[in-house]
């Protein structure tokens, strides 16, 4: 799979998708993107892909935001521990990252877009939240955390400006013993700058002296006896604030597991989101899985390329033509179609959109490619053997379910060779069942193409009088290299063109204004003599599987072909099963909730009543503890039916009304109570 991505540039859509996502966890997942095997799944992350698209269209942006790093402070917190201001206002911002969240799906919910119903499993613990706001500011314990925090700080002020004023007293008093005019703290005590002659004239105690031992920092015994006090009121206040984190960090414990939750929830929406921005990146549009074994491509760009100057693809594969022979100038845009069409099939396959106008494709079990010279000189493969031992591995896991592409079919080996091997493999390509895609430049493999049933041949067309690709495929003609068209165009001299076509096409009969009608003989001679002369009598010798192909002409309708190698004995590997969706099962299941039902709620896991049964927009409203949540009807499994719980003509209303609504509803229903209202929580 890895090589597959690599091969089709998936891994460079994965890496512009990665940088769509915020979250580690997002990051991840993406990476580990695949093939998706299960229509039900499938067709669940293709319609979130689209959901997303909606919502960032109508909503914008949604406020989403990495929490890394919060579930080790929940996990200090839930050990008993406590947290630090920093901590807890690290905390705080992410409780206000999930309100914002909240805020935004309500809004997509207004929108009437079914992702949005996510929010109902959001808790923004708001209470918390506030109190967090209001305890902690700039990464430290407010002063109004509480009533005695702010008295003792208070308290605190006070004595410092005693201390202070005791301290510069005692310098007014005594201005010839000062060797500056200002106090000054040292090691928590206010001290005066004494000159060293008169340390004996000032009552105090010495604390500290200048580096010349000239001065002298000496803390008057006025404003000493108020540093005890002071250290008293910094103790306690030390003890409070130590208090109102053990008290915040306790909270944030209780709630650690609703926050863990909320952290889930986003990085969930995170990777959902990233789908949907990724699918902006490139404009594109939701595929349409069918059951059908088709491909159906209409204005189908390649993803990384610029749409600007990118031609529009129109491509169909199926309905009775299982495979594709691709043809066509070099240059002219024949692997860049297979890659677009691999491509997207793909990255439909993985729940992502695909950059078209329209599509419709089948899922598959694999898809097999063989694209690049795959040249190793570590592993002493040349590009022919690379290309034999991929085409190898992908017919051991070909299946009647799988895609294949093949860029350059047959090529790296003599042409005559090359040829047979490359019609064998259609051959055994055309048996598996299996859509295929092929690119080539043998005419042989061209009149093979229209001989076959189930195979069309495919072109590129290609702009003679400017020497120029047009990279618009057409299917059911073939095409032509046109090498010597591009070398007469570009200069070289008439004698080498003669000499050419005599070493291709056997005759010189070449026309000044070009060489038209090379293409046509050599189409209709497949069975000509490949021993043509050389030189002066010079023949050239044939392998045995050339010389065989040429007296057979061509292959029978569902005989294998000869060639060089055979393909007996071929063991094939496990392939994974596409797992179908049942026809109307998700209906069914829908239908199937009724009020009373017990279910489990997803992700959850949380066990709930059903309060209203399924409504229009597949929506239907749950009753878990302490509150109702309305949630999509996919998210929902049903644990035990209502008839099982309880008897018939139960009164629901004992479980899903509040003890008031239930005495106002008797009261109303014996007689009319004037200005009453029920009202139905939210």
Known sequence: MIQTEISLEFDKIKTKWRECALTEAAGKKIEDAGMILSETELAGRLRETTESRQMLEKCGTPPLVSLEGIEEILTVAEKGMCLTPEELEQMAGAYVAVKRLKDYLERGKSQGIPLAYYEETLEPLEELREQLRYQIRNGQVSDNASRLLKTLRGDILRAEDRMREKAEAVMRANKECMSDQFSTIRNGHVCIPVKKEYKFKISGILIDKSSTGNTLFIEPSAAGKFYEELQELRIDEENEVRRILYELSALIAENGEAMVQNIRMMEKLDFIFSKGKLSESYDGREPKIIGERRIFLRNARHPLMDPEVCVPLQFSLGDGVNGIVITGPNTGGKTVALKTVA??????????????????????????CDIGDGQNLSENLSTFSAHIVNVLDILRRVTPESLVVMDELGSG????????????????????????????????????????????????????ENLKPLYRMVIGEAGESCAFYIAERLGMPLSMLRRAARE????????EGGLEGQKERRQGDTGRDRGKTLGDGERREECPAAEAERKDGACAQGQQPESAFSLEGLKKEFVPRIERARTGASKKQAASFRRGDSVMVYPDRK????????????????????????????????????????????????????????????????????????????
């Open 343 to 368: 491509l997207s099939c793909l990255m439909a396959q993985c729940g992502l959109h695909i950059a078209c106008e329209e599509a419709e494709i089948c899922m598959n079990r694999n898809i097999l």
């Open 504 to 511: 291709a096409y056997g005759d010189d009969s070449c026309r």
């Open 607 to 682: 066990i709930g009543i059903v309060c209203e049964p399924v409504n229009d927009k597949g929506v239907l409203r749950v009753q878990l503890p302490g509150k109702k949540i309305w949630i999509s009807h996919k998210r929902v499994k049903l644990q035990v039916a209502a008839e099982e719980l309880y008897p018939e003509d139960y009164d629901f209303s004992i479980i899903f009304d509040t003890v008031e609504n239930r005495k106002l509803r008797h009261q109303m229903e014996r007689k009319y109570v004037e200005g009453a209202e029920i009202r139905e929580d939210s």
């Open 413 to 464: 080996t003599d042409p005559a060779e090359g040829m047979g091997i490359a019609v064998a493999i259609l051959e055994e390509l055309k048996k598996s069942g299996a859509l295929f895609l092929v690119t080539t430049h043998y005419p042989e493999v061209k009149t093979y193409a229209e001989r076959e049933e189930g195979i069309v041949n495919a072109r590129m067309t290609f702009d003679r």
